[in-house]
């Protein structure tokens, strides 16, 4: 495979992968909609939604990293598409037949969870397989500025659907979208798996995690993003409520914020190459990361006013596109310094604590707001994205000045 233009494998994989992002995005807008205003569901009920989607990404995690190394990541992604359309489509067909409830939604948002880190083990996993080493991190930062796009669009795509058809016929698109998924699946030849180690769950797991919390890169990664999820909870808990109160934005205002945001991760994908070639990776991860702490100081100063609504606009959008970044190329180094037979398990440890630490930051931030404010809770949030920049200074991380080299056969260690 010379190059990602001429990868026909890589081309289906992105598109599908983009298409499923789209329409979840479109249920993310609906199902609530439906919850809310269809179910006319309380607030307890909506918690509970929202618990029912989540939920997986902690409990699932590291088997779903078994699966996806031991059997075929493409027919994972196939049979997960395929699963998914037809979970979604449970929604209308119930309301057509007068028959839906909310056990019926948090039925839906339970198995889609779940689908959903069973594809993700092996769609990230794969890719390792489409393109070669030299190629990986470029392949992450094309990903990365598709699905900024896929997310937009469905994002703002969902709200328009729902607004002119209904929250609940939106839905049929989200169920397409998963089709035209698994179609794209279908299409990629990725290069012949690693031989595959049976053995029990348990064994496979640890094994997974054990060479992580071994490996001198992937250990410091992979705790600066649970450290990181951690503190940009806390945060992320109460800047809505920030803005919709303290600084009077409005629903106008709060989408204006997002949408600017967002338009930073598409920038960030894109330069992320460049980036890493001129400063190196430690520099891109480390600035990254730094950028989170830097970028919050505006909410925690600013008064109501259009002004400071634009710079907590654009703060937001630069943080987000040093968080793409970031991102794409500490995957990148994680795929290159991971043994193929271990991709799945290695990329699902990350998926796990990540997931992990996001509660115990949502209860911190509730603690430090029931006892000194919505303030002091943004300010200890803001502080804690100091954490992750400090544990990779402190690790081997700080040293790379190009991107790592995987020597034949990808050993287990390095």
Same mark, same amino acid.
């Given at each position: 495979?010379?190059?990602?233009?001429?990868?026909?494998?890589f081309?289906?994989?992105?598109l599908?992968?983009?298409?499923?992002?789209?329409?979840s995005?479109?249920?993310?807008?609906?199902?609530?909609?439906?919850?809310?205003?269809?179910?006319e569901?309380?607030?307890?009920?909506?918690?509970?939604?929202?618990?029912?989607?989540?939920?997986?990404?902690?409990?699932?995690?590291?088997?779903?990293?078994?699966?996806?190394?031991?059997?075929?990541?493409?027919?994972?992604?196939?049979?997960?598409?395929?699963?998914?359309?037809?979970?979604v489509?449970?929604?209308?067909a119930?309301?057509?037949?007068?028959?839906?409830?909310m056990?019926?939604?948090?039925?839906?948002?339970?198995?889609?969870?779940?689908?959903?880190?069973?594809?993700?083990?092996?769609?990230? *996993?794969?890719?390792?397989?489409?393109?070669?080493?030299?190629?990986?991190h470029?392949?992450?930062?094309?990903?990365?500025?598709?699905?900024?796009?896929?997310?937009?669009?469905?994002?703002?795509?969902?709200?328009?659907?729902?607004?002119?058809?209904?929250?609940?016929?939106?839905?049929?698109?989200?169920?397409a979208?998963?089709?035209?998924?698994?179609?794209?699946a279908?299409?990629?030849?990725?290069?012949?798996?690693?031989?595959?180690?049976?053995?029990?769950?348990?064994?496979?797991?640890?094994?997974?995690?054990?060479?992580?919390?071994?490996?001198?890169?992937?250990?410091?990664?992979?705790?600066?993003?649970a450290?990181?999820?951690?503190?940009?909870?806390?945060?992320?808990?109460?800047?809505?409520?920030?803005?919709?109160?303290?600084?009077?934005a409005?629903?106008?205002?709060?989408?204006?914020?997002?949408?600017?945001?967002?338009?930073?991760?598409?920038?960030?994908?894109l330069?992320?190459?460049?980036?890493? *070639?001129?400063?190196?990776?430690?520099?891109?991860l480390?600035?990254?990361f730094?950028?989170y702490?830097?970028?919050?100081?505006?909410?925690?100063?600013?008064?109501?006013?259009?002004?400071?609504?634009?710079?907590?606009?654009?703060?937001?959008?630069?943080?987000?596109?040093?968080?793409?970044?970031?991102?794409?190329?500490?995957?990148?180094?994680?795929?290159?310094?991971?043994?193929?037979?271990?991709?799945?398990?290695?990329?699902?440890?990350?998926?796990?604590?990540?997931?992990?630490a996001?509660?115990?930051?949502?209860?911190?931030?509730?603690?430090?707001?029931a006892?000194?404010?919505?303030?002091?809770?943004?300010?200890?949030?803001?502080?804690?994205?100091?954490?992750?920049?400090?544990?990779?200074?402190?690790s081997?991380?700080?040293?790379?000045?190009?991107?790592?080299?995987?020597?034949?056969g990808?050993p287990?260690?390095?």
């Open positions: 495979m010379a190059s990602l233009r001429g990868n026909g494998s081309r289906a994989y992105w599908g992968e983009g298409s499923a992002l789209a329409g995005s479109v249920h993310a807008v609906a199902l609530p909609v439906v919850a809310v205003l269809e179910l569901a309380t607030p307890g009920q909506v918690s509970l939604l929202t618990a029912a989607a989540t939920a997986p990404a902690f409990l699932l995690a590291l088997p779903a990293g078994v699966a996806g190394d031991r059997w075929s990541k493409r027919r994972i992604m196939i049979a997960t598409d395929l699963a998914s359309s037809a979970a489509a449970v929604i209308p119930t309301w057509a037949a007068g028959a839906m409830s056990p019926v939604l948090y039925a839906v948002a339970l198995l889609l969870g779940s689908l959903t880190v069973l594809h993700q083990a092996a769609s990230i *996993a794969i890719v390792p397989e489409l393109v070669e080493p030299r190629l990986l470029p392949a992450n930062t094309r990903i990365a500025s598709v699905f900024s796009v896929s997310d937009a669009v469905g994002t703002y795509g969902g709200t328009l659907v729902v607004a002119v058809a209904g929250a609940v016929r939106a839905l049929w698109l989200d169920a979208s998963y089709l035209v998924s698994a179609w794209c279908s299409r990629i030849r990725p290069s012949a798996p690693a031989p595959l180690r049976r053995g029990g769950m348990a064994g496979a797991i640890c094994e997974g995690v054990g060479f992580v919390m071994r490996n001198p890169l992937q250990r410091p990664l992979v705790l600066s993003l450290t990181h999820a951690y503190a940009d909870t806390v945060v992320v808990t109460y800047v809505a409520y920030t803005l919709l109160t303290r600084l009077d409005g629903s106008t205002g709060l989408g204006l914020v997002m949408g600017v945001t967002g338009a930073g991760g598409l920038v960030g994908a330069a992320a190459t460049r980036l890493v *070639a001129r400063f190196g990776p430690a520099r891109v480390l600035a990254g730094l950028a702490a830097v970028c919050g100081v505006p909410l925690l100063i600013a008064h109501p006013g259009p002004v400071w609504l634009g710079v907590i606009a654009l703060a937001g959008a630069a943080r987000t596109a040093a968080a793409a970044a970031a991102g794409t190329t500490q995957r990148s180094i994680r795929q290159l310094t991971c043994p193929d037979r271990l991709q799945s398990r290695a990329q699902q440890t990350s998926v796990w604590l990540v997931a992990g996001r509660p115990f930051g949502a209860m911190t931030a509730g603690g430090i707001a006892a000194f404010g919505v303030r002091a809770a943004l300010l200890a949030g803001t502080a804690a994205y100091l954490v992750p920049a400090s544990l990779l200074w402190a081997p991380i700080r040293h790379l000045t190009t991107m790592p080299t995987p020597r034949k990808r287990d260690a390095s």
